[in-house]
């Protein structure tokens, strides 16, 4: 990438010096990708001759820029030329000198636009090289994505190679606990040659069991063996366990070692860490950096639950799990629960959401507060969290997993790759990493005036992207079966979060009519009023009671033949949704239209689910196309 900045300040001097001349003149700071495509484009729209820039080796340099950070007279740029390669470069403007930066030396400069200049010499370093020396890495940019697989591959070369290395194996099978309680293996097992012959023994001995022998029935001999509990419920299961390490032992390949290793009961207690927003189970959509994240959790740990509790099970264990969603007590809760500290997730047995507060110097912080503002809380969050976490499962979680993103890693791109195929096979979905040289996040999108980023849409240009033919999802001409697929489901989450949003619409309209007063009454004594709001209730129960049988058809009777009444849910639900939040904000007059409530976000919400998941008229014609089939009998 230097010698590309090189070759272009050979050629095109006059014109590079320009660009990163409108960098500095920008001031010190961070600039971020669409910012700097930007200025060239404004550049090159200002001067026609400029235009030769974009065809230079600096325009393969732009798309593979992930930031910039400028402190005059110098621009650095860190480059992303390919994935799991970075390049630090930093240009004198006024020098026109190129030089290439380490890690350390990229970050000192980076520090430098908060601390100003360090001439200290004695600064701290904290070298973590010598923990990841001897730990394998993958070199191949391919690899990325493919840990897991790499593991194997590396674990089960290493076991081929030299027998000793399967001691860790059984060291780990021979200490894995839960709660103090010994798994898989006892002390009677020592060495490598004592568990082959165990296996082998265990092997013949269950080979004359029924498939279905329980556990418990043949516990005690398989204790004697040298085996606990973790094997599996059945002859069958613990039959399939020992024999996949026996391969293993005798031949280790990567398939069976990542099959064997998943099969192990690890994962007991699960921490779901979510800390902005409003999170509870009623009253918080549409509530400020609250939306679908909420809605997509909860169903998330219901399923994770059913299938931790089938998991244990098929393994032989009477463990119960634990499952907690941690996020942000809020004292100030505005009519929901997220003043409580503990409130256990509806359909489930075993999942809670656990609240901790916010935390000063002054105390608790009572009120809630955006996304954007919670970084000075975060270290105080994490340590109050950990010790709520610690007191709640008496323990630490087997797994943690985030939910507060900044941003998406891979696009999922759906174009047409075939105009010859049929109609329905011309669409392909393809991943795409987002840091792939040539994908351009021009600029974030508002929809009525309503600014989401950096979860938002956004305009993104995709210029000569080149990305494994591997990363076709399903196959070539399967996006229409893909987008399909989730159609039925995504529509009728669609209508159930407007049900939720009419609810809301409908809280505030009357809280409101019960507090106002015009022409000398309340609102809610106005005659006009209650007309009003008791259609609003007729229309919002009708609609609930259709997306109900639009669910229990799509349970029944699947996608296909729940089409229709999916259809008529994603016609009504919107357009009910906007009636009772029109009326909401007309209630609340100007107040209404402004962002003082939630309710022009709803309804701005609202609006975009009549396009966003189709057009009402493809709907419409859906139904007439079935109701007409049907006069046809």
Not at 100 to 123: H, I, M, P, Q, T
Not at 130 to 150: C, D, K, L, Y
Not at 321 to 331: A, C, D, E, Q
Not at 407 to 422: E, Q, S, Y
């Amino acid at each position: 990438m230097r010698k590309r900045i090189e070759d272009t300040l050979a050629a095109h001097r006059n014109e590079l010096v320009s660009l990163l001349s409108r960098y500095v003149d920008r001031g010190n700071g961070i600039l971020q990708p669409h910012q700097m495509i930007n200025e060239l484009e404004n550049v090159i729209a200002e001067d026609e001759g400029m235009q030769k820039l974009k065809d230079s080796p600096f325009s393969i340099v732009l798309q593979s820029a992930q930031e910039a950070i400028v402190q005059t007279p110098f621009v650095a740029l860190a480059l992303r030329p390919r994935p799991g390669v970075w390049e630090y470069v930093r240009v004198n403007v006024y020098e026109l000198s190129v030089d290439l930066l380490s890690v350390a030396e990229y970050l000192r400069f980076k520090e430098e636009l908060l601390d100003g200049e360090c001439n200290d010499k004695y600064v701290l370093e904290l070298d973590l090289e010598p923990f990841n020396a001897t730990f394998p890495r993958p070199t191949r940019s391919s690899s990325i994505g493919n840990g897991v697989q790499f593991l194997n591959r590396h674990l089960s070369s290493i076991m081929f190679r030299n027998k000793e290395s399967l001691e860790p194996l059984l060291d780990f099978l021979r200490t894995h606990k839960h709660d103090g309680h010994a798994m898989m293996l006892n002390d009677r097992i020592q060495s490598i040659p004592r568990l082959q012959s165990a296996l082998a023994k265990a092997e013949e001995y269950l080979s004359k069991l029924p498939a279905t022998t329980p556990y418990f029935d043949f516990e005690f001999d398989l204790q004697g063996m040298g085996f606990e509990r973790g094997w599996g419920d059945t002859a069958q299961r613990v039959s399939e366990m020992v024999h996949l390490l026996l391969e293993i032992l005798q031949a280790p390949d990567p398939s069976t070692l990542e099959t064997f290793l998943g099969r192990i009961p690890m994962v007991f207690n699960v921490v779901i860490v979510s800390p902005h927003g409003y999170f509870g189970q009623a009253n918080v959509l549409g509530l400020p950096d609250t939306g679908g994240q909420v809605v997509y959790i909860l169903d998330q740990v219901r399923a994770l639950e059913n299938e931790m509790l089938l998991r244990i099970q098929n393994q032989g264990l009477d463990v119960i799990p634990k499952i907690l969603i941690v996020t942000r007590l809020i004292p100030d809760a505005k009519g929901t629960t997220c003043n409580q500290r503990l409130e256990r997730i509806s359909g489930t047995e075993h999942t809670h959401i656990l609240r901790v507060p916010f935390r000063t110097e002054n105390g608790i912080l009572r009120k809630w507060i955006s996304r954007f503002d919670v970084w000075p809380y975060l270290e105080t969050f994490a340590e109050d969290a950990s010790n709520e976490i610690a007191a709640e499962l008496q323990g630490v979680p087997d797994l943690i997993i985030g939910n507060y993103s900044d941003g998406n890693l891979v696009a999922t791109l759906l174009g047409k790759t075939d105009f010859n195929a049929a109609m329905h096979k011309q669409q392909s979905m393809i991943l795409v990493d987002i840091q792939t040289p040539g994908v351009h996040i021009k600029r974030p999108l508002t929809v009525f005036g309503f600014d989401d980023a950096p979860h938002g849409h956004a305009e993104v240009l995709f210029e000569n992207v080149c990305v494994p033919a591997k990363n076709i999802l399903l196959g070539e001409g399967r996006g229409f079966e893909i987008a399909q697929g989730r159609l039925g489901p995504g529509r009728l989450h669609h209508c159930m979060r407007l049900m939720g949003a009419a609810e809301r619409g409908m809280q505030i309209m009357a809280q409101r009519a019960l507090s106002r007063k015009v022409f000398g009454k309340l609102i809610a004594e106005q005659g006009s009023f209650r007309s009003d709001i008791a259609k609003c209730r007729i229309e919002l129960e009708k609609t609930r009671l259709l997306v109900l049988e639009a669910a229990d058809q799509l349970d029944r009777l699947g996608n296909k033949k729940a089409r229709g009444t999916l259809a008529m849910a994603k016609v009504a639900a919107p357009n009910m949704a906007l009636m009772v939040l029109d009326m909401a904000m007309q209630v609340h007059g100007a107040a209404g239209l402004s962002s003082d409530t939630c309710l022009a976000h709803l309804w701005a919400t609202a609006r975009t689910l009549r396009i966003a998941d189709g057009p009402d008229e493809v709907h419409l014609g859906t139904i007439a196309k079935l109701e007409l089939q049907r006069a046809k009998l």
